[in-house]
């Protein structure tokens, strides 16, 4: 099936620094939703989306639905140990299935 | 709230057997529930698309009569993996929709059943 392209697909990054990966999508979606999975468990809701240009905010992280209704970005702010895992985008609209992202695997340095 | 539970998370078998994983709704009631699969380090794949009282919906490619779904209630829905071999393991991941499919609430999942067949 379909899936968005999310970029970076990976980030290697130092403790403090802060993240940013982007989805885009060629069709319009009315949801933009953010997902993190840690290792052997199921996505986690982060931040969920519905208004083109909505800026919203969940403690260190900052999620953004494109003006187009074509793309999302994820931000993180001052990233910690337990920032690691794998987060995925994924577009939504009514009466249908999600369409989900590639995945941006974040790895910190020590 | 939005907790979905998912169980067993974790089941090894012989091949031949049979393997039910069940979704749990705990908070909430969801007429539509979805199973998804999920290879390493790749995204999530549907496999289909559970109602409640009604028939499954199937994505293209998955075999019904390998995967058997019910949606019993509103709060429970359970794959079925009839007759596993090792192509069949995987890491299988259900979510839940509060509000049906015509809702524009986020899907909430459960925390996944990693299915090793021997």
């Known amino acids: 099936g379909q899936q968005l392209n999310q970029s970076p697909q990976s980030m290697f990054i130092q403790e403090g620094e802060d993240v940013s990966m982007n989805c885009t999508s060629s069709?319009?979606?009315?949801?933009w939703l953010w997902y993190k999975q840690d290792p052997g468990e199921g996505p986690v809701l982060l931040i969920a989306l519905y208004k083109a240009g909505e800026l919203t905010s969940n403690g260190r992280l900052t999620a953004q639905f494109g003006i187009t209704r074509k793309d999302s970005f994820l931000n993180i702010s001052a990233s910690i140990p337990s920032d690691v895992g794998i987060y995925f985008c994924a577009g939504g609209r009514r009466n249908e299935k999600l369409t989900f992202g590639t995945g941006t695997r974040l790895t910190i340095i020590p | 709230g939005a907790v979905v539970s998912q169980h067993p998370s974790w089941v090894i078998c012989k091949s031949g057997t049979s393997v039910k994983i069940e979704c749990r709704s705990l908070?909430?009631?969801?007429?539509?529930m979805f199973w998804y699969r999920q290879f390493p380090k790749q995204s999530l794949m549907l496999m289909a698309t559970s109602n409640e009282g009604s028939k499954a919906t199937y994505e293209q490619g998955v075999e019904k009569d390998k995967f058997l779904i019910n949606h019993a209630s509103l709060t429970l829905s359970t794959l079925t993996v009839t007759s596993a071999h090792p192509e069949d393991s995987s890491f299988y991941i259900c979510?839940?929709?509060?509000?049906?499919?015509?809702?524009?609430?986020?899907?909430?999942f459960g925390d996944g059943t990693r299915l090793s067949i021997l």
């Open positions: 908070d909430f009631q969801a007429t539509t």
């Open positions: 979510s839940a929709l509060r509000g049906g499919p015509s809702s524009n609430q986020p899907q909430h």
């Open positions: 069709s319009i979606f009315n949801t």
